[in-house]
């Protein structure tokens, strides 16, 4: 046990050295509007399975998407999961394109049973991100020049990311059911910058608008399963979840300033506009699914779920035009060739593939963007234990229609973590 104490300690010190936030540099202009782009939900092994997770249960991985399935975690066993990701965007439409990729901490959570009926699980996870970069430089000859405009620089910036802590308990009430409960807080902050410099006459002012968006606050997230064990091994469930619509604690600034080009900074001391609301409120939305899940133990897993968020009769700082009602469908599946296989490490391997459709919260230019994505994973096994690495490499394409002006997105994702178990509470009698 002395061993996964050590590991969750540089791990929990990599965390807190680096980034809490969990903030990605990679470019996405679909950040632009409300919380940001929404990340892809769940650790590594059910996002390598498309996402699907409502209906999973597992006695040595955590799914907090699920607090129900708390209660399945192993008796006198402990679960320490830590994760990494790097991921990759080409942007483009029809007239250009752009590459940007980053790496950052994605995810650590640990989980234990209480009782035999009763478990818990703790942890901190990516929600959306805000991050992007789109600059537009005009100048005499360039096809969109305007002579009486002169030459001028366009540019946007975003940062910052929304991020959740969850902490649950899953409860088996009577045989084959299970009810659970996650209190979350959601807490992070983006902020936007926006530029209008006119570079080719020093006779204008320039003009930046700065927008700082704050959110913090807590909610409940419940869940339901039940599971029906067959013959030889084989079984069956089913899930349910449901978040209530939420008003969080919000923190928004916005100033605009216009500033001469002769200073030698962006400054400047003639305000046009501030906004400043220390104590107002953002509205996060209601979200329910329904998941199944059948497979024959230790060989094969097979999982599905819906999901619908309501965006679109929430506020959100003035973006309310931007947000619309979400949905996905997403499917996995898992096989194992023979896991007591002694001679061959690759039978032993947990192989995993899954995809998902969505309907996208944002609506852009009045179009709805569409997300299609694949997922692949393997669970490798480590000195014939229970712990796991995790492998997830998943493809996003995030579109809207073209003809609406808008881009298309080809997101590729690595995770990597360690899933590990350990025994609480047990006595070695040899050595």
Same mark, same amino acid.
């Given at each position: 046990?002395?061993?996964?104490?050590?590991?969750?300690?540089?791990?929990?010190?990599?965390?807190c050295?680096? !980034?809490l936030?969990?903030?990605?540099?990679?470019?996405?202009?679909?950040?632009?509007f409300?919380?940001?782009?929404?990340?892809?939900?769940g650790?590594f092994?059910?996002?390598?399975?498309?996402?699907?997770?409502i209906?999973?249960?597992?006695p040595?991985?955590?799914?907090y998407?699920n607090?129900a399935?708390?209660? @399945?975690?192993d008796?006198?066993s402990? &679960?320490?999961?830590?994760?990494?990701?790097?991921?990759a965007?080409l942007?483009?439409? @029809?007239n250009? /394109?752009?590459?940007? $990729?980053d790496?950052?901490?994605?995810?650590?959570?640990i989980?234990?049973p209480?009782t035999?009926?009763l478990?818990?699980?703790?942890?901190?996870?990516?929600?959306?991100?805000?991050?992007y970069?789109?600059?537009? !430089? &005009?100048s005499?000859?360039d096809?969109?020049?305007?002579?009486?405009?002169?030459?001028?620089?366009d540019?946007h910036k975003?940062?910052? /990311?929304y991020?959740?802590f969850?902490a649950?308990? *899953?409860?088996?009430p009577v045989?084959?059911?299970?009810? =659970? &409960?996650n209190?979350?807080?959601l807490?992070g902050n983006?902020?936007? #910058?926006?530029?209008?410099?006119?570079?080719?006459?020093?006779?204008q002012f320039?003009?930046? /608008?700065?927008?700082n968006?704050?959110?913090?606050?807590?909610?409940?997230?419940? =869940?339901?399963?039940?599971? !029906?064990?067959l013959?030889?091994?084989y079984? %069956? @469930?089913?899930?349910?979840s449901?978040t %209530?619509?939420?008003?969080y604690?919000s923190e928004?600034?916005?100033?605009?300033?216009?500033? @001469?080009?002769?200073q030698?900074?962006?400054y400047?001391t $003639?305000?046009? $506009?501030?906004?400043?609301d220390?104590e107002g409120?953002?509205e996060m939305p209601?979200?329910?699914?329904?998941?199944v899940s059948?497979?024959?133990?230790?060989l094969?897993?097979?999982?599905a779920d819906y999901?619908? !968020?309501h965006? #679109?009769?929430?506020?959100?700082? =003035?973006?309310e035009d931007n947000l619309?009602?979400?949905?996905?469908?997403?499917?996995?599946?898992?096989?194992?060739?023979?896991i $007591? %296989?002694n001679?061959?490490?690759?039978?032993?391997?947990?192989?995993?593939?899954?995809g998902?459709?969505s309907?996208s919260?944002?609506m852009?230019?009045?179009e709805q963007?569409?997300e299609f994505?694949i997922?692949?994973?393997? *669970?490798?096994?480590?000195n014939?234990?229970?712990?796991r690495?995790?492998?997830?490499?998943?493809?996003?394409?995030?579109?809207?229609?073209a *003809?609406? *002006?808008l881009?298309?997105?080809n997101?590729?994702?690595?995770?990597?973590?360690l899933d590990?178990?350990?025994?609480?509470?047990?006595?070695?009698?040899?050595k």
């Amino acid at each position: 046990m002395h061993k996964l104490y050590t590991i969750l300690l540089l791990a929990t010190f990599f965390l807190c050295s680096n !980034t809490l936030t969990g903030q990605k540099m990679v470019n996405s202009p679909y950040s632009r509007f409300g919380p940001g782009v929404i990340e892809q939900q769940g650790l590594f092994k059910t996002r390598s399975m498309g996402g699907a997770a409502i209906g999973l249960r597992d006695p040595v991985t955590i799914n907090y998407l699920n607090p129900a399935s708390y209660s @399945s975690i192993d008796t006198n066993s402990f &679960v320490f999961d830590f994760g990494i990701e790097y991921q990759a965007n080409l942007l483009g439409n @029809s007239n250009s /394109s752009h590459f940007s $990729d980053d790496y950052s901490f994605h995810h650590l959570a640990i989980a234990f049973p209480i009782t035999k009926w009763l478990g818990f699980a703790t942890g901190i996870a990516p929600y959306s991100n805000g991050y992007y970069n789109l600059e537009t !430089t &005009v100048s005499e000859g360039d096809p969109g020049y305007d002579p009486v405009i002169g030459e001028y620089r366009d540019a946007h910036k975003g940062a910052g /990311s929304y991020n959740t802590f969850f902490a649950g308990l *899953g409860i088996s009430p009577v045989k084959n059911l299970s009810l =659970g &409960v996650n209190f979350t807080y959601l807490f992070g902050n983006i902020e936007r #910058d926006n530029l209008y410099s006119f570079t080719g006459d020093n006779n204008q002012f320039n003009n930046l /608008s700065t927008e700082n968006i704050r959110l913090y606050g807590y909610n409940l997230e419940y =869940g339901l399963q039940y599971i !029906t064990h067959l013959n030889n091994d084989y079984f %069956a @469930s089913i899930g349910a979840s449901y978040t %209530a619509k939420k008003s969080y604690s919000s923190e928004y600034n916005k100033l605009s300033t216009k500033y @001469s080009p002769y200073q030698e900074s962006e400054y400047s001391t $003639d305000t046009l $506009d501030y906004i400043s609301d220390k104590e107002g409120s953002i509205e996060m939305p209601e979200k329910m699914g329904v998941g199944v899940s059948f497979g024959k133990k230790d060989l094969f897993l097979i999982t599905a779920d819906y999901t619908k !968020t309501h965006w #679109d009769d929430i506020s959100f700082a =003035g973006y309310e035009d931007n947000l619309t009602n979400s949905s996905s469908i997403r499917a996995g599946i898992q096989f194992i060739p023979d896991i $007591d %296989a002694n001679y061959n490490y690759l039978n032993r391997v947990e192989y995993r593939l899954g995809g998902h459709i969505s309907d996208s919260h944002l609506m852009v230019n009045g179009e709805q963007l569409k997300e299609f994505g694949i997922t692949f994973g393997t *669970g490798l096994p480590m000195n014939r234990s229970k712990s796991r690495v995790n492998l997830h490499i998943g493809y996003l394409n995030r579109q809207g229609a073209a *003809g609406s *002006g808008l881009h298309t997105e080809n997101i590729i994702s690595v995770g990597l973590s360690l899933d590990l178990y350990d025994y609480w509470f047990f006595k070695q009698k040899y050595k």
